[in-house]
């Protein structure tokens, strides 16, 4: 069955800290990956996408990594801001054909001043 | 350009009661999507549309029917609600890449909170 397994659930940082979040997936065969950013009350925004051959992507303060091989991908956050508490989701898209999107459950983080 | 929109944005009905959730997008997007998300899990795809007049069940489409009634908007319809179907409904337009592009992107409307007593 395919899964997307992200970790920690939650995480709490101080204003100015990185941290970095964790997924883990079964997804195959497997085309993309990507990480959005779910505001509370609002919908999921998309922040990078990679596939297989890419191992690294930024976007601002943010680096998504992929490891294909393992499966795993992290999503980095540097110098954090309070604007950056939100929920990340991690989504892996399949080869083919619609609706072949899994996602995570998502990591809740809140930046703390 | 209001991208992706959702109407209403709350709503509350009681069991067995019917209602209509709206999506619409101005990006001319071909493909809608429909998903729910519920506390402590993924986003689930309820029902897609690849193109207009033609619609797809997803994951869990039952309790559901959706209407494609033109390019710009994807309805999703709720014949009977049940408690179970008490959840935060979001609508999603989405583009695929032409070429080697890689992957589609999907637009997410703001969500229809439902409560079903």
């Known amino acids: 069955k395919n899964q997307v397994e992200q970790s920690p659930q939650s995480l709490i940082i101080l204003e100015g800290k990185n941290c970095t979040l964790q997924c883990n997936y079964t997804v195959s065969p497997f085309s993309n990956l990507r990480w959005y950013k779910q505001d509370t009350g609002r919908g999921p925004v998309s922040l990078t996408i990679m596939t297989f051959s890419e191992n690294t992507k930024s976007n601002g303060r943010y680096t998504a990594t992929l490891d294909a091989d393992t499966k795993q991908s992290s999503l980095h956050i540097t110098a954090s801001q309070l604007s950056d508490s939100a929920s990340y989701i991690c989504v892996v898209s399949q080869n083919s054909g619609y609706s072949t999107l899994t996602f995570g459950k998502g990591t809740m983080l809140l930046v703390s001043p | 350009n209001a991208g992706v929109t959702q109407t209403p944005k709350f709503q509350v009905l009681k069991t067995g009661q019917s209602m209509t959730l709206q999506c619409a997008q101005d990006m001319n997007h071909n493909s809608m999507y429909w998903y729910r998300q519920d506390p402590g899990m993924g986003l689930r795809l309820i029902y897609y549309s690849a193109s207009e007049g033609t619609t797809d069940k997803g994951e869990v489409p039952n309790g559901y029917n959706v209407s494609r009634l033109n390019k710009r908007e994807f309805s999703l319809r709720l014949e009977s609600a049940a408690p179970s179907q008490t959840s935060v409904y979001f609508c999603?337009?989405?583009?695929?890449?032409?070429?080697?592009?890689?992957?589609?992107?999907?637009?997410f409307g703001p969500g229809t909170r439902l409560l079903v007593l």
């Open positions: 999603a337009s989405v583009v695929y890449p032409t070429g080697t592009g890689p992957g589609e992107t999907q637009y």
